[in-house]
Structures are given as structure tokens and as C-alpha cells.
T-cell receptor
Framework: EAQVTQNPRYLITVTGKKLTVTCSQNMNHEYMSWYRQDPGLGLRQIYY???????DKGDVPEGYKVSRKEKRNFPLILESPSPNQTSLYFCASSFLSGDSYNEQFFGPGTRLTVL | KNEVEQSPQNLTAQEGEFITINCSYS?????LHWLQQHPGGGIVSLFMLSSGKKKHGRLIATINIQEKHSSLHITASHPRDSAVYICAVLWYNTDKLIFGTGTRLQVFP
């Protein structure tokens, strides 16, 4: 089954304790992206990747890192989480047809609470 | 000012009604997405369009590039259409995706 998976789905942690949220897709998509969703602010893009070893900042990259060493995986790293990173996080992927984007497939979301 | 504005923010309808959700944007774009977020939180892509009109079942999406405006229509609405509908634009030349804050739709039997 074609899907985007995220782990963990729920995480409660404390300020400053490094964590990684994994994202994996089995559709051989070139494009992958991370978003956070907050009440009243909607979805905002954190980082995206056009292909292996190619990553770029979205609207709210501060406090986050990503890597794209393999096409299928795009982990989100919080080196020193803070309470303002408490949010619902989504990973998504899509095909790139030349310069054209296609519809995005979203993971189920990861609810992160930083105390 | 947000680059992507949706209206209305909340919408209530009776089953069978025709629904329209609007999205206006202020930047040059290469594509526009309509997404549906279910009450459980999952997000599904409904349409991606860069011109004209697309139809899938009871859903129709249109875009007017010159007016920087898109609409999502739902014909013969049903309670299972109750969800948050989100418009997102792909900012031309930056590859960044900018989202509207969503329209919460509730359809009652």
C-alpha cells in the first residue's frame, strides 16, 4: 500500500532533550516536506527536499534540522526542543515531473508536546 | 496580511446544499492545492491545479490566475463532507507552500 509513515505518532518530552521524528514513503517520490499545524495559524512549512541531499528552508525552519540521505526517508530533528515547538507535525511527499509538482501525500501526523 | 486568505472561516449547511469555499492569494503561484482535513486529523489532497477547472465526483475546483482566486465547490453536500478544507499555494520560483487557515464545514442531516 502506497503510504507515508511517521514515527512516533505521539510524543511527550522535556525541554532540551534531542528528538527525531522519522518520515518514510514507499512511492519513490522525489519531493518531501515537513509541516507544523497550530491552532489559529494553520499549516506552515518547516523544511522541504527536492531530492536526495537537497534540502531547503520553509517558512518556519528555526529550531529544526532535516536530512535526506535516502530517497525514502526524511527525518525531522529537534536538537534542543522548546515548549513553543509543541505542535502537530505532518510529513508529506509527492512526485516531481520535470519542473512540475503533483498532489501531496500526507503522513498521519505526530503530536509533540514539549514540557 | 496573509498571503492566502480563505472564506468563510466556518460554514454550516444542510445535507444536499451546494457549498462554495473561496481562496484568494496575493503572490505569484505555480500551482494551488485544495486539501481536506478530517476530524481525526488526517490530511488528504483533493486537487492540485494551475489553471481552469477540475472535477472529482461531487467536488469541483476552479482557479482564475489573473484574479488570484480559486473556489472549491461541493454539490449535493453530505454529512461525511464535514471537515476542514485548506487552500495552499506553491509560491512561484521559491518552491515554498503557503497555506490558508482553513474553512471548517459542518453538514447536518
Amino acid at each position: 500500500e502506497a503510504q507515508v509513515t511517521q514515527n512516533p505518532r505521539y510524543l511527550i518530552t522535556v525541554t532540551g532533550k534531542k528528538l527525531t521524528v522519522t518520515c518514510s514513503q514507499n512511492m519513490n517520490h522525489e519531493y518531501m516536506s515537513w509541516y507544523r499545524q497550530d491552532p489559529g495559524l494553520g499549516l506552515r512549512q518547516i523544511y522541504y527536499s527536492m531530492n536526495v541531499e537537497v534540502t531547503d528552508k520553509g517558512d518556519v525552519p528555526e529550531g529544526y534540522k532535516v536530512s535526506r540521505k535516502e530517497k525514502r526517508n526524511f527525518p525531522l530533528i529537534l536538537e534542543s526542543p522548546s515548549p513553543n515547538q509543541t505542535s502537530l507535525y505532518f510529513c508529506a511527499s509527492s512526485f516531481l515531473s520535470g519542473d512540475s509538482y503533483n498532489e501531496q501525500f500526507f503522513g498521519p501526523g505526530t503530536r509533540l508536546t514539549v514540557l | 496580511k496573509n498571503e492566502v486568505e480563505q472564506s468563510p472561516q466556518n460554514l454550516t449547511a444542510q445535507e444536499g446544499e451546494f457549498i462554495t469555499i473561496n481562496c484568494s492569494y496575493s503572490v505569484g503561484i505555480s500551482a494551488l492545492h485544495w486539501l481536506q482535513q478530517h476530524p481525526g486529523g488526517g490530511i488528504v489532497s483533493l486537487f492540485m491545479l494551475s489553471s481552469g477547472k477540475k472535477k472529482h465526483g461531487r467536488l469541483i475546483a476552479t482557479i482564475n490566475i489573473q484574479e488570484k482566486h480559486s473556489s472549491l465547490h461541493i454539490t449535493a453536500s453530505h454529512p461525511r463532507d464535514s471537515a476542514v478544507y485548506i487552500c495552499a499555494v506553491l509560491w512561484y520560483n521559491t518552491d515554498k507552500l503557503i497555506f490558508g487557515t482553513g474553512t471548517r464545514l459542518q453538514v447536518f442531516p
